[in-house]
């Protein structure tokens, strides 16, 4: 048990983490290992439902002109960046048993997860942890050196269709922060799958007087039917104060600033309500398609583009067919969601805040 | 030959009803995995949220999250599903069939609030609360059961029963 102080509450943090031993044990090994699941919490009930509006009171717009965020298509032959890394957030639809037994779609998925040195998975149905350790086995068996964690399966109460968030990481690349995962305490019941937080840090080899970079991600995956702009229920709505509570945590816990949102928000970039209000906010893939059908913005990753200075930029978007010579069928048996990829430098680079750049949209 | 929308209605209603397994399947697996919005066979969907088949649950539970979009003349057949079942996750896929036709499945009013009151499945009761503030004021019959919702009830549910009133209040002002 570990005691996590939050604001002016104390709460009691379980972290018995479900995690993968990585390439030194095969499949049979992992199971005979055994997992430990992740389910340390902060509690954050006593959410302010109101945003914590900026000094502009505006919106950081993304996808403005004069954007310096460049799409790309990504090279997966090339050897990885040595002072760059890049995280992909991937709703990997219905990702369980039944995907798993289907041997081209896990050489699919385990082809796009080895591609990048961190990602954050949605729609995990493992309860069992065997999806997604066998996921990880396929990358390693070719020369990977990955490791995941999952959280428990998450959802409606009462409700038989519950879910499950993932990350999986190439450990010669990162390095997940001991301890730092749990998913967010909703006691009030304001959303129906509660985000994942973790934090990472790269690994990558960095130039003296260099820091290597750290940072928080909230995974997350909303419930389509409750993220209209129109509602008081809002999801979108209940994101930003995630997004302060934690940050302001990891702040006040580990001087930490760079923290993501990332995953299946199920809204374009125009609907992402007060958590795309929070000044400085980005969302780095704009108004590009993230579904299958390239026809659906839903799969964000967002950062506070005044603290996260690490973002190099470069980003994208992987279409199936045209990057990975999928046909449209094949491409829906992975999954109706495109994965999406971001590249930051592997080291920290310190915020620069200029009053008269604050209201300034990156995109 | 490319089937009519009619005759291909027709075949997936077929396909999701045989009496194999498989068949069902693969049928639930294509229509959630099709990439595009599908009408028509809302309630059969729902109904297979309740299959003895894992996997045509789990199915069935993504295409009505992201493929299923219901349409006018299902109203009625939601209504019944509604009415008849005692199924909690069959209560709660189709009071979000219902809130998101909106004020055209003013009809379901009544239900809904029986199973708003009534449902043994908190989501479900949930749900119906959703549903009955999209309705808006056509939904104002349901007035008194969204009033008996208190503080002995769920935090969630008693916020989505309060935004249901000021739905059903609010937008008539």
């Keep these: ?363 | 030959m490319m089937l009519s929308p009619h005759e291909s209605l027709a075949a997936l209603n077929f396909e999701l009803t045989h009496d194999d397994t498989d068949r069902r399947c693969l049928a639930m697996r294509k229509l959630a995995q099709s990439g595009r919005k599908q009408s028509g066979v809302t309630a059969r969907v729902i109904l297979l949220v309740a299959d003895g088949s894992e996997e045509i649950r789990e199915w069935a539970c993504e295409a009505l999250e992201s493929a299923i979009m219901p349409v006018p003349h299902e109203v009625n057949d939601l209504i019944q599903v509604l009415r008849e079942t005692r199924d909690g996750e069959v209560e709660y896929w189709t009071a979000t069939m219902l809130g998101r036709l909106g004020v055209v499945a003013s009809g379901a009013t009544a239900v809904l609030a029986s199973c708003l009151l009534d449902s043994p499945c908190l989501a479900a009761r949930e749900r119906a609360a959703w549903a009955l503030s999209e309705i808006g004021p056509a939904a104002r019959s349901a007035m008194n059961a969204l009033r008996q919702i208190g503080p002995e009830d769920p935090p969630r549910l008693q916020r989505l029963a309060s935004s249901a009133i000021q739905s059903l209040v609010g937008r008539a002002a």
């Design chain 1, 1 to 363: 048990m570990s005691l996590l102080r939050m604001g002016k509450r104390l709460v009691r943090s379980r972290v018995s983490p479900i995690r993968f031993l990585g390439p030194s044990v095969s499949l049979a090994g992992l199971v005979a290992f055994g997992f430990m699941l992740l389910t340390g919490r902060i509690d954050l009930s006593s959410l302010d439902l109101r945003a914590l509006v900026g000094q502009t009171g505006t919106a950081e717009v993304p996808g403005s002109p004069g954007a310096e965020i460049t799409p790309v298509k990504l090279d997966r032959g090339s050897p990885r960046s040595a002072d760059r890394i890049r995280i992909a957030t991937f709703n990997i639809q219905k990702f369980g048993d039944t995907k798993m037994r289907k041997p081209h779609v896990m050489q699919t998925l385990a082809g796009i997860i080895g591609s990048f040195d961190l990602v954050a998975i949605q729609e995990v149905l493992s309860p069992n942890a065997m999806p997604v350790a066998g996921l990880v086995d396929l990358i390693n068996r070719s020369g990977g050196r990955y490791e995941a964690t999952l959280c428990e399966p998450i959802g409606e109460k009462d409700n038989s269709y519950r879910e499950q968030y993932a990350f999986v990481w190439d450990t010669t690349r990162m390095r997940i922060i001991p301890y730092s995962s749990y998913v967010v305490a909703d006691t009030a019941d304001r959303m129906h799958r509660e985000p994942m937080v973790t934090s990472f840090e790269s690994r990558v080899p960095v130039a003296p007087g260099q820091i290597p970079f750290r940072f928080t991600i909230i995974n997350a995956h909303t419930d389509p039917d409750v993220v209209s702009n129109k509602a008081v229920t809002n999801e979108m709505n209940v994101l930003d104060d995630v997004f302060i509570r934690v940050r302001d945590y990891e702040y006040t816990q580990h001087q930490e600033d760079d923290i993501f949102v990332v995953g299946d928000l199920n809204v374009d970039v125009q609907n992402l309500g007060e958590l795309g209000q929070i000044p400085g906010m980005i969302s780095i893939v704009g108004r590009e398609p993230t579904n299958t059908a390239g026809t659906k913005t839903y799969d964000h990753i967002l950062i506070d583009g005044n603290t996260t200075k690490e973002f190099s930029g470069r980003y994208g978007v992987i279409d199936y067919v045209s990057d990975l010579g999928l046909t449209a069928e094949q491409a829906l048996e992975v999954s109706d969601h495109r994965p999406v990829w971001a590249e930051f430098s592997a080291y920290e680079i310190p915020p620069v805040f200029n009053v008269a750049q604050q209201s300034q949209p990156v995109r």
